[in-house]
């Protein structure tokens, strides 16, 4: 008599699994579509995309909701806002084709590096940012000779790229403008700017 209850308990527990697997697979595909919908409205509102065809509607469900997943709500700011465009950024590449479209997870620049000799491809780099220039702040209504001031600006920026250099990066991403004499200290040095 076990052996028929486990038996019984074993074809239910199995009717169970499939039928959670296929309401699991009903509820992607009506959400997917709805997910659809809502964006077709909302493009069509703007641009008309999907009426003239430009868009996929797959592909830019697809690229939608790979977006969301890199979304980590736990990690989101206590009090924070849940909107999603504070977290993603949208960057439009004025070549290519829609298909050309991905997601990427972290940050993307568009700027080159500062000088052609510097590697632009760094495996496992230390970067170091910075929210300042890195140049010498000349004081203005004081006369000083032309040399001076030279040798001046040589040293402040001498001290800054070493400053630098001590954390020993491997590049560098400042927010403002970088003398020329620093660019090329750090290039010395084989740090990407």
Not at 51 to 78: C, F, H, T
Not at 131 to 139: F, H, K, L, V
Request: aromatic letters at 4%; charged letters at 25%; a positive charge.
């Amino acid at each position: 008599r076990q052996e028929k209850q486990h038996g019984s308990i074993g074809k239910m527990e199995h009717k169970l699994g499939s039928r959670l697997a296929r309401l699991e697979e009903e509820y992607r595909i009506a959400s997917g579509e709805h997910l659809v919908g809502i964006l077709k409205t909302l493009l069509d509102d703007e641009q008309g995309l999907f009426a003239e065809g430009l868009w996929p509607a797959d592909l830019l469900r697809k690229i939608v909701v790979s977006a969301a997943r890199n979304i980590d709500v736990m990690q989101l700011p206590s009090g924070g806002t849940q909107d999603p465009r504070q977290y993603l950024k949208v960057k439009r590449i004025s070549s290519g084709t829609p298909e050309d479209s991905q997601v990427v997870n972290g940050i993307v620049f568009s700027k080159n590096v500062a000088h052609r000799r510097m590697p632009n491809n760094i495996k496992k780099p230390r970067i170091l940012l910075l929210g300042c220039a890195i140049e010498y702040q000349r004081m203005e209504n004081r006369l000083s000779s032309l040399d001076i001031l030279l040798e001046q600006e040589k040293e402040h920026l001498r001290l800054a790229v070493a400053r630098i250099l001590q954390f020993k990066p491997t590049l560098v991403i400042v927010e403002k403008s970088v003398a020329r004499n620093a660019q090329e200290l750090l290039l010395q040095s084989g740090v990407t700017l």
